[in-house]
């Protein structure tokens, strides 16, 4: 079975997502460079094999990963694909950036900078602008990017009124005019999807490392608001940033929420590969597959940064496990007695 194939709906939009989706910060060259002949293999890889889901944006790679997606999709029919890109950032030309470093966490050789406008006329902006670096006139979802306190600390304040006074009124003019589906945020914190949900209606939050394997915290309050308000959660980072796909066992230092793990969180890691070891169950395959046992959760979007991980994540999106497992993990107190447990036999 490929369980690839199962879609659910985002929302109440008319659109339905591959419950493993793509997510493209890799093809911007995150933290290490990726050829464009590597991107152009992984995505071919990633549509052959079943993705339908993409998700990227302006600041991956100062919209070469935007490029790269564009270029992958192009050829295709549109009801073949879902595409996801942000807003909140705008690229501005740097002469003097020097593409050789690391720049924001991207090795690209795109000669931008992005300065946050979360206004009416940035985020308008913004969607044309990566129409044009898409080379697509259709646009699926736009996600508002890293708004909130995560990002902007001091700063949260200015930029959550800029949004709230005019910005969502750009989303909402898009959405109705039928230039985009669905309109969401993508941020790594739960509190701002809970302040956002006051201005208007939203479809969707990207999610990233807030529920997990890990983490189980939305469970008590955020989802069943999410359910309430009709909006699905698309889930990304469902490895942590690393600690879920690498275990704790090797000699590398395991990284949760991009920085170097706690010792609690190593503790607790050690304590579920024990009980994946008992079942011979692949820990990436469960982290991967534990997120969709929630019903609010529409899709699971790992970053894949070449063809053969886009062969390794959907082989551990399919590997059987167990029921028995799951239990386990509950009773063993490693996992929130309220958790909604994958089904068995690596269906979801």
């Known amino acids: ?50 993705m339908t889901l993409f998700d990227t944006s302006p600041r991956y790679g100062a919209g070469l990963s935007e490029r790269r997606i564009g270029d992958a999709l192009r050829p295709l029919a549109h009801d073949q694909y879902v595409l996801s890109t942000k807003v909140g950032r705008l690229l501005k030309p740097d002469a003097k950036a020097d593409i050789s470093q690391l720049r924001h966490g991207f090795i690209t050789p795109m000669p931008f900078d992005a300065h ?21 006139a259709e646009i699926d979802v736009l996600l508002v990017h890293d708004l909130g306190a995560y990002t902007h600390g001091d700063s949260d304040k200015r930029y959550f009124d800029q949004f709230e006074i005019d910005g969502y009124k750009a989303l909402d003019e898009l959405r109705k005019h039928g230039h985009i589906k669905a309109v969401g945020l993508g941020v790594n914190e739960i509190e701002i999807c809970e302040r956002v949900m006051n201005i208007g209606q939203f479809d969707c939050f990207l999610l990233a490392g807030r529920y997990s394997l890990l983490e189980q915290a939305p469970l008590q309050q955020f989802f069943p608001q999410c359910e309430a308000h009709g909006a699905s959660i698309i889930l990304g980072g469902p490895y942590n940033s690393g600690i879920l796909a690498t275990g704790v066992k090797g000699n590398n230092t395991p990284y949760y929420d991009y920085e170097p793990a706690p010792q609690h969180i190593i503790n607790k890691v050690a304590k579920i590969e024990a009980v994946c070891h008992q079942y011979q169950v692949t820990l990436a395959a469960a982290a991967l597959q534990f997120p969709l046992g929630h019903s609010v959760v529409a899709s699971v979007i790992p970053g894949l940064g070449s063809a053969k991980r886009v062969e390794q994540t959907i082989a551990l999106f399919n590997e059987v496990i167990p029921a028995e497992f799951w239990q386990t993990l509950k009773d063993e107190n490693l996992l929130d007695k309220d958790a909604p447990l994958p089904s068995s036999a690596g269906t979801v």
Do not use: C, H, W
Request: hydrophobic letters at 30%.
């Open 1 to 50: 079975m490929n369980n690839i194939d199962d879609k659910r709906q985002l929302g109440k939009t008319s659109l339905y997502l591959s419950t493993l989706g793509f997510g493209a910060a890799s093809m911007g060259n995150l933290y290490q460079p990726v050829s464009d002949k590597e991107a152009k293999s992984t995505l071919d890889k990633a549509i052959k094999l079943g």
């Open 116 to 136: 946050y406008d979360y206004s009416y006329t940035g985020i308008m902006r913004s969607f044309e602008d990566s129409q044009q670096r898409l080379g697509l």
